[in-house]
């Protein structure tokens, strides 16, 4: 602890009370005494930094029931020692049901007293630490903290603030890089279940002979190389919220596993034999039209409409060009800050120009995009000039085939947006298919998978 707060020691002898503060000085607390514990009330009155009080049951005037009372009634946030005389059981448990926070029985132990005062102000910076980071995190995760102002995603937001309260599963679609785990994040922070754990698993990044181990668990030789148990994350999630990004990646025998678990809320871990109950939310996530997946059979119809109770959309960011100035002045102020530069800002050119591009990688490329600038950009101001000349012909020039932007007013189904989003994003790296799957947001054996049914399609060569 780099700070200890202050400590007040209450108590009418003399002897005492300079017994114990000196011995609390000597832990390195700074020390206030008291003889009246109305004069150390009225201190606590006009200073906040007092964390502990260190006081006597038995004294003239305010004793240390009233004392105690009357700091309670003020719900000053302090931890409070009574001390009691010796052998007085009653005193100290009626002391505790006021609501001290530990007693001390006379004549004081001085070791026990600094043992005690410092593991309650331990408790204390933790529980203070605790309660700093989960603010963090309701911030991070709250709809205000998803940058947007266009009547696109106020819609998604009021559709967001209906579904949280409630047990059902959430459906989450949209392409990728558009935030859809963000989202996820946000309507578990706003649920019933947001003290309990959120883990999410991505069903694409995960081969097919672990991912089973991953959601079920397994007992130590189920398998080689399975040397201890493991706990699985349906387990983990309980009382919590389980989210399954790219779910369409669930091969045909898990999803039947799937569906069994969201039917009977029961799993076994792989080579067990006992069925455990598990409660869980669900949220899944697609990139991809899962009626077509249905329609192709490589999706199982029952578990789709046992996914889709609640179907959201996140919708991609050439659909809500207006949120671009909100976001590109929230990722200039976060890597400035994180890069140590002073804060930047975009001129209205350079806003134009990043306007009229189409995104493929939608939110997440945007905002590699914002930091490779903040990086790269020394000065103060940044114009359409600043801006990568590659970016700048991209945008400007239209490329053979068309420029991606005119996706967003065309009619065209979702699998031709898809292939256009990652050729185009596999062009602007230059062919290197690990930078274009990050862009996008998918694993790399998802983009080599699709990059082969283009080909076989006639859409791609090498």
Known sequence: MSVLPLILVIDDETGSRESMAIALEKAGLKVETFDDARKALEFLDEKDEPGLVVCDLKMPGMDGLEFLSAVREQEKDLAVILVTGYGSIESAVQAMRVGADDYLTK????YELRKRVMNLLE?????EEVTTLRQMLDKQYSFDNIVAKSPQMERLFEQMRLVAPTRSTVLIVGESGTGKELVARAIHGASPRAEERFLAINCGAIPSDILESELFGHERGAFTGAVARKIGKFELAHKGTLFLDEISELYPELQVKLLRVLED???MRVGGSELIEVDFRLIAATNKDLEKEVTEERFREDLYY?????TLRV??????KEDIPLLADHFLREFCEEHGQPVKRLTPAALELLSQ?????NVREFRNFIESTVIFHAGEEIDRGDLPADFRAGVEVPR???????LSGSPRGMAEIERQAILETLQLTGGRRADAAKVLGIGLRTLQRKLKEYREQGFFQE
């Not at 919708?315 to 809500?320: G, S």
Request: proline share 14%.
């Open 107 to 110: 004549p004081v132990d001085l």
């Open 123 to 127: 408790n204390r910076q933790l529980k």
């Open 265 to 267: 809320r029961m799993v």
């Open 306 to 310: 046992r996914l889709k109770v609640v």
């Open 315 to 320: 919708p991609p960011l050439r659909e809500r």
């Open 357 to 361: 591009y189409s995104w493929p990688g």
């Open 400 to 406: 053979s085939g068309g420029p991606i932007q005119n």
